[in-house]
């Protein structure tokens, strides 16, 4: 698969109804069937290095030293992490985004200007479903890298 030198966060959703509290939960998808649906597509395995299901589990796609297969042009030098949904991450999935976060900026040093939407490399793509300049800002916040405002 070969080696990634990751300098980016890219951010997908797996494009799955989202929770609803008013309804039933919908089936928690998990990396088994994100890897299940990559292959019917003629991958190897699944495109991202994380899948975060609704719960907030964090299920490892692809090792952080794999190049991904989630973003044409961008796989090299980027991790990719789909939470599943479409527009509403649940509290557990953001909290989970919150944790990768410190994860990777203490591995990678990629701070929150360096968290990325597939929709902002490719005009027809939507996801993660919602603005990533408030997921950076709610990164910002956080105050997690020293130095930097």
Known sequence: MGLNTPNKIIMHCSATADYDVTKPMPYDYGVSDVTAWHKAQGWKTCGYH?????????????????????????????IGICYI??????????????????????????????WFGHYEFNANKSCPGFSMEVLRYLLKSLNYEKGVS
């Open 85 to 114: 949904g479409t527009q509403r991450p649940t509290v557990p999935q953001i909290e989970s985004i919150i944790a990768i976060y410190k994860v990777y900026y203490d591995k990678f040093g990629i701070g929150w200007l360096g």
């Open 50 to 78: 994380k899948v975060i299901r609704r719960s907030g589990v964090i299920e490892i796609g692809r090792a952080d030293s794999d190049i991904g297969a989630h973003c044409h042009d961008m796989n090299a030098d980027s």
